[in-house]
């Protein structure tokens, strides 16, 4: 009985956050304040409405695309939204963490498909969903958060970020030990088996991972303050009615296909990984 718990809470927490995401789209649909997401040139061609565009963003947790499942339905924008808009977009983010949190203890619980588990709503709930021609939930589209601001900018600058990346100090002994799990049968393999086995076992590497490109949203307060924020999602803010809405520039819709920052002339990591198979660097002050 006990373990039965979990899957109830999972589903009670899906069925929450279902009802804010009612909530939400009813105030979208309802709102006449301004707003402003862009379309690509498809969806302009098919006479696209910004404002179904807009509740699409915020509102689907399901993947209804063909090919890669990892891709999640983004778009950068800007929301005016009073009292009543904000507090709709704060309750989806509290129920989306609800889940994620419900979900993450199903998992440790039981460590099986989660959506095996999920399968076992009650079936006037799965009716429902099939009715809507839904087909897979999307976790990252079901946690990511509705980024908000209580207060109105004079302006938001949006910009690809396309430098990120991930670093992990790995020392060479543990390198090494990667590396022998591969195909050691493999010449690249033997070549880097034997550059790492040169270097002190404690030497320090760093492993690279370099991040997806995303928006970042630079918003700009009348006061001279500033924040800087990572969004998928249109931005909601408090509309004041006595301001024009905010100063945004368009970038493009898709990343650029080349990075736009200059390289760091501090960067304390080699351009160039010492073993590319693990994707490792060497610090610059142990080149030799």
């Not at 696209?48 to 983004?74: F, I, K, M, Q």
Request: one cysteine or more; aromatic letters at 6%; glycine letters at 4%.
């Amino acid at each position: 009985m006990a373990t039965s718990l979990p899957h109830a809470r999972v589903v009670e927490a899906f069925e929450s956050l279902n009802r804010q995401l009612d909530h939400l789209k009813n105030w979208l649909d309802r709102s006449d304040l301004p707003f402003w997401v862009p379309l690509t040139e498809e969806e302009q061609a098919r006479g696209l409405d910004p404002r179904t565009r807009l509740v699409e963003l915020c509102c689907n947790l399901w993947y209804r695309h063909a090919g890669d499942g990892r891709r999640t339905d983004s778009r950068h924008g800007l929301v005016a939204a009073d009292a009543a808009g904000l507090a709709c977009a704060h309750a989806v983010n509290r129920a989306k963490q609800e889940f994620q949190q419900a979900l993450g203890a199903l998992r440790q619980l039981e460590k099986t498909d989660w959506s095996r588990q999920l399968g076992r709503r009650p079936s006037d709930l799965r009716e429902a969903l099939s009715s809507k021609g839904l087909a897979r939930l999307h976790l990252r589209q079901c946690y990511r958060q509705i980024p908000c601001t209580d207060q109105h900018p004079e302006r938001v600058g949006f910009n690809w970020y396309c430098s990120g990346r991930s670093i992990q100090r790995i020392r060479a002994d543990k390198a090494h030990a990667a590396l022998l799990k591969l195909d050691t049968h493999s010449a690249h393999i033997q070549v880097q088996l034997d550059k790492v086995a040169r270097l002190p076992p404690h030497t320090g590497l760093a492993r690279v991972q370099q991040q997806a490109p995303l928006m970042r949203a630079n918003i700009v307060h009348s006061d001279g303050s500033r924040r800087a924020c990572n969004l998928s999602l249109p931005l909601f803010f408090a509309w004041d009615p006595a301001r024009p809405f905010p100063d945004f520039n368009q970038p493009t819709l898709s990343p650029p296909p080349t990075r736009q920052r200059r390289v760091r002339s501090d960067c304390r990591i080699e351009a160039t990984p010492f073993l590319p198979s693990l994707r490792v660097h060497r610090y610059a002050e142990d080149m030799s």
